[in-house]
């Protein structure tokens, strides 16, 4: 078989498998990311994630990675709510403010568990197909530059809010990685179509967003409401705008999201009539409840106690107890 007909078996099994886009890049060192990236680190954008200033080299290269690795395959899992879904999430913004609000990525059952399986079932299929292939799968599981890899395989381009747009379904998309020691044919980055766009820089309210293409993330409601293990500064309290797990502001106000399309992972329907969950419902669950609902959820992340800290932030009042 040749590298066109494995390439395209790989595409054709990531298509049977779910994912949206499939796209492959060779492995090369990221020359042009590496000072970006320490320039974002040295200016403290990464905020108390200490784990971003870890493995430098190895963010950039692959290889360190996966020895003799050739090959980054990206794939994109879509993970935008059914229509019946997406009606109810609206009126989250209702005029009587009674709901707190998730972002889209944890209303259903933890990405992780569920690429993790395709992606390792595309990787047995590989081995099965086309013969033993040295390689690892990759979700946030390792440092890993996904949206540079999306963005050198052609799926998307890296939009002002830095999130990988795609021009046919938007940009509500888990991005995850096949690094394998397989030559392949491959994609080639498309043109940016941000244009003279600045929504989602003006709409952010924490102003996470400093210049097109630019992110603090210590400022990002995703960041305070789920990495930061710490109390939320009082400055950023009355601009979370009812978010307690996660943001999709930037997502959300974005004009190429009017091409987002249902997802059809039913394990990422809301869990638990989470949608229909009040202010109050959010206020008085027990830490007992929490972990039995939210076992297997992204929202596990933040924990019981991440999350009453959130709901104290967005009241104005203590964060931690």
Not at 4 to 21: M, P, Q, V, Y
Not at 259 to 279: A, C, T
């Amino acid at each position: 078989m040749t590298k066109s007909h494995h390439t395209h078996l790989i595409k054709s099994e990531a298509a049977r498998l779910g994912f949206s886009f499939c796209g492959i890049s060779k492995v090369v060192f990221l020359e042009e990311e590496a000072p970006i990236l320490e320039q974002w680190l040295e200016q403290g954008m990464q905020g108390k994630m200490k784990y971003m200033e870890n493995h430098f080299e190895m963010r950039l290269d692959p290889r360190k990675l996966v020895p003799g690795a050739k090959s980054v395959v990206s794939l994109l899992l879509n993970y935008y709510p059914p229509i019946g879904i997406t009606d109810k999430e609206d009126k989250t913004d209702d005029t009587e403010n009674n709901r707190y609000k998730i972002s889209k990525y944890a209303y259903g059952k933890d990405y992780h568990l569920v690429i993790k399986a395709k992606l390792k079932e595309l990787y047995q299929f590989i081995n099965d197909t086309i013969g033993e292939v040295g390689g690892r799968v990759f979700v946030d599981s390792a440092p890993v530059m996904d949206k540079a890899w999306a963005k050198k395989s052609g799926l998307g381009w890296m939009g002002k809010n830095t999130n990988i747009i795609n021009p046919k379904q938007g940009s509500f998309f888990f991005i995850a990685e096949l690094i394998i020691d397989l030559e392949l044919d491959y994609d080639s980055p498309m043109k940016d179509y941000c244009g003279s766009c600045t929504r989602c820089i003006d709409a952010c309210p924490t102003d996470a967003l400093i210049a097109p293409y630019q992110i603090d993330a210590s400022k990002c409601i995703s960041y305070l409401t789920i990495e930061l293990r710490e109390n939320i500064p009082a400055e950023y309290h009355n601009k979370l705008g009812k978010w307690i797990f996660g943001c999709d502001i930037c997502q959300d106000v974005c004009p190429w999201n009017r091409f987002s399309k249902p997802n059809h992972q039913p394990e990422f329907n809301p869990i638990n009539n989470l949608l229909e969950m009040s202010k109050n419902d959010w206020e008085e669950i027990t830490e007992d409840v929490f972990d039995r609902v939210f076992k297997n959820s992204p929202m596990k992340r933040a924990g019981f106690e991440g999350m009453k800290r959130n709901i104290r932030a967005n009241k104005g009042t203590n964060n931690f107890r």
